[in-house]
């Protein structure tokens, strides 16, 4: 009788440690789905839920048309103990209800080392065409100190589409695609533009040049005669391409 009833004991012990183990790989997977669930939540939010690249138009003007507010990455800066960065706006005067903004506004202007000393939104862009490519901007700002911005690819401060201006509007946007270069020999402003050297996936760069700068949207054409009006083309779709990105974006 004591045999069966140590027998019955070690059976039943056998039986509540075998569920208890269970409840615990069960608890630890749940646990590790979590953490999962949470790492890809986290990783989508840095990336504004947009984790594909933005296609180019096949067309001809080879067209791109992004929303500011859509961007792949962002990235802040300290300017004497002063933290810049870009932060979203919302109204009803921007394309697609809501724009970005180079905060604080301290009167803040970055003309060189932008690169490093600027807050940063990047784009991932899958380009079917190489060559020369020129970037309007759809920007808003209060006064001529906070009224520009830089434009670059891969990481590289262009001198081409660096001090891109827009004209004071009052917080009203409106788009160019001139910068702060002159032509002399054409009387005119130099329009923004960089190179592409093949097809494949790059990444476009937006830096603060005047903190206040608000940009709305941007457009990137092969043709130099494309300047959008109002809200501008709609946003160009999103796919997927396997390929290597600069590392900085």
């Known amino acids: 009788m004591n045999i069966l009833k140590t027998s019955c004991r070690r059976i039943e012990f056998g039986f ?14 749940a646990f590790a789905f979590f953490i999962f669930v949470s790492e890809q939540m986290s990783e989508n939010a840095n990336a504004q839920g947009y984790p594909h690249p933005f296609e180019q138009d096949p067309l001809p003007d080879g067209v791109i048309s992004i929303e500011a507010e859509h961007y792949h990455a962002h990235t802040s800066v300290t300017n004497d103990s002063i933290i810049h960065t870009w932060n979203l706006v919302p109204g009803t005067m921007y394309s697609g209800g809501a724009a970005m903004r180079a905060m604080p ?8 080392n932008f690169v ?32 520009s911005f830089h434009a ?45 050297p093949s097809p494949g996936e790059r990444t476009i760069n937006i830096w603060m040049r005047e903190d206040g700068f608000i940009l709305d949207k941007f457009v990137i054409s092969t043709s130099p005669n494309v300047l959008p009006t109002g809200f501008g083309p709609a946003e160009s779709s999103q796919g997927r391409i396997n390929s290597v990105r600069w590392p900085g974006g």
């Open 152 to 196: 670059g690819i891969d990481g590289a401060g262009n001198t081409t589409s660096d001090r891109i201006d827009n004209p004071v509007n009052a917080l009203n946007p409106v788009w160019s695609g001139e910068t702060m270069d002159f032509n002399i020999e054409l009387q005119e402003s130099e329009l923004a533009f960089f190179d592409v």
């Open 116 to 147: 490093t000393n600027s807050p940063r939104l990047d784009y991932h862009v899958n380009f079917h065409k190489s060559g020369v490519h020129y970037i309007v901007g759809r920007g808003a700002s209060e006064s001529h100190d906070d009224n």
């Open 105 to 112: 506004n301290t009167g803040l202007r970055n003309n060189g």
């Open 16 to 29: 509540h440690a075998r569920e208890r183990l269970s409840r615990h790989v069960l608890f630890m997977s």
